[in-house]
């Protein structure tokens, strides 16, 4: 009986671990998306004749909304 609630702990136990890890993952994916974007928006808004652009102007907006979408979710985990 011992030996069973042992193994039950166990399992549970590394099913816990390989959640957090997958948590880190995941984490650390969505804030190398983050930095990617940014460095995105950053290379729409460094060049002047891009700001003429409209499909510019308009990618680097949905970027940004995305972007602040993404934070406020990072936030809440």
Do not use: G
């Not at 990617?36 to 499909?55: G, K, Q, S, T, V």
């Amino acid at each position: 009986m011992v030996d069973q609630v042992l193994v039950l702990m166990e399992r549970e136990i590394e099913k816990e671990l390989k959640l957090k890890q997958k948590f880190r993952d995941i984490c650390s994916e969505m804030a190398d998306m983050v930095k990617n974007r940014a460095e995105h928006i950053e290379e729409l808004a460094r060049y002047p004749w891009l700001r003429d652009n409209i499909e510019a102007v308009e990618t680097a907006r949905v970027l940004k909304h995305a972007q602040k979408r993404d934070m406020e979710k990072a936030h809440r985990l």
